[in-house]
């Protein structure tokens, strides 16, 4: 039972376009959600963060806007850069359980 | 180092043989995490310790692995009679403290193939 789905594998845009990344979850204990960008034999570095009592949080060209009712949230890159291109993992924690459950991420390309 | 640090960044074991994967955290870091990420998919959390307490085990997959942060810094990930099944990239995270919602910082991984 997978709580963090990220249900498209990949995503291919134009340079300068926006670049949406959607990821899903099913534990309503979740209340703390982060994305991870990954290059190639690289681990996860961290992205942006939001919490469950904000709706948008906001950080230079990128967006994160999570929706608890529907336990969706998503991640937003504008203008998108070809030195975006990386994995995009999606990531939820709950109160006090200490560890993140992660998606299994979506390849971003970024044509020039 | 500013960064994690793991170590070796690969290991090739033949099945049945014990390895032993090292974790160098970000100094002053409490909380240090093991994941485990096979190809294609996103990191599977194994367990967690804060400071030299291991306060989460549950996704330890067997009794063959074993972690160990003895002194609160440096970590060990320890594989028995390894298997093929245990073939995939071993990360190390480490945080500042037990924050909710504080972001991960990781290591570059150790790719464990076992043949």
């Known amino acids: 039972d997978q709580q963090v789905k990220q249900n498209s594998p990949s995503l291919s845009v134009q340079e300068g376009r926006i670049s949406i990344l959607n990821c899903d979850y099913t534990?309503?204990?979740?209340?703390?959600f982060l994305w991870y960008k990954k290059y190639p034999a690289e681990g996860p570095t961290f992205l942006i963060s939001?919490?469950?009592?904000?709706d948008k949080n906001e950080d230079g060209r990128f967006t994160v806007f999570l929706n608890k009712s529907a336990k969706h949230l998503s991640l937003h890159i504008v203008p998108s850069q070809p030195g975006d291109s990386a994995v995009y993992f999606c990531?939820?924690?709950?109160?006090?359980?200490?560890?993140?459950?992660f998606g299994d991420g979506t390849t971003l390309t970024v044509k020039p | 180092g500013a960064g994690v640090s793991q170590s070796p960044r690969y290991k090739v074991a033949k099945r049945g043989q014990d390895v032993a994967l090292r974790c160098d955290p970000i100094?002053?870091?409490?909380?240090l995490f093991w994941y485990q990420q096979a190809l294609g998919q996103g990191p599977e959390f194994l367990t967690y310790?804060?400071?030299?307490?291991?306060?989460?085990k549950s996704g330890l997959p067997s009794d063959r692995f074993f972690a160990e942060r003895p002194e609160g810094s440096v970590s060990t990930l320890k594989i028995q009679r390894t298997q093929q099944e245990d073939s995939a990239v071993y990360l190390c995270?480490?945080?500042?403290?037990?924050?909710?919602?504080?972001?991960?910082?990781f290591g570059n991984g150790t790719r464990l193939t076992v043949t």
């Open positions: 990531a939820a924690s709950a109160t006090n359980a200490g560890k993140s459950t």
């Open positions: 995270a480490s945080s500042p403290r037990q924050r909710e919602g504080s972001p991960l910082h």
């Open positions: 100094s002053g870091h409490v909380s």
């Open positions: 939001i919490s469950s009592i904000k």
């Open positions: 310790f804060q400071n030299e307490a291991q306060l989460d």
């Open positions: 534990n309503s204990m979740f209340d703390y």
